[in-house]
């Protein structure tokens, strides 16, 4: 199922991400793609605090991963610099695991991923908007159902 959402500023996309992590379950599986700029981490800070993870979230892009702790752990990974070597690092254990994984450039390591996922897709229209083509597999259709209404 695959849905798309004009976002103007960023107050629509801090509720769109609080309306995403309304939805989170153990083992919730959130990939985000977009140009450098487009808002993935900014995307991730909100869905973050939505969880009630207090931390300041940033990009890894140098670390790869960074653990947020809270109710469900939140796996934050970038993986700008991977390419197809996600074993290497062994992302595995967190995309498999009970917390809440969101990766940033999930292309780059799409054959270590499970079918089913949630991915959001973020392009820059101008300064402050942005379109959210979302798209949902196997228990993530109805979520893409619910979020994108």
């Known amino acids: 199922m695959k849905r ?20 989170v379950f153990p083992g919730f599986l959130l990939c985000l793609e977009g140009d450098l700029g487009a808002g ?10 939505s969880m009630g993870i207090d931390d300041n979230i940033n990009s890894p892009t140098f670390t790869i991963m960074k653990i947020y ?10 993986v700008y610099r991977l390419n197809g070597i ?3 690092y062994d992302l595995e254990e967190y995309i498999y695991a009970d917390g809440v994984c969101v ?8 054959n270590s991923l499970p079918t089913e996922k949630l991915v959001i897709e973020i ?18 259709e109805q979520i893409v ?3 994108s209404n």
């Open 145 to 147: 159902e619910e979020i």
């Open 40 to 49: 993935k981490t900014t995307f991730t800070k909100y869905f973050g605090k």
């Open 123 to 140: 392009s820059i229209i101008d300064e402050n908007k942005r379109l959210l083509k979302i798209e949902g597999s196997g228990i993530y």
């Open 4 to 23: 798309e959402i004009l976002i103007n500023n960023l107050d629509e996309m801090s509720e769109f991400a609080k309306n995403v992590g309304s939805k």
């Open 69 to 78: 702790e809270g109710d469900l752990d939140l796996y934050h990974m970038d």
């Open 103 to 110: 990766i940033e450039w999930y292309k780059n390591i799409i």
């Open 86 to 88: 996600g074993a290497d």
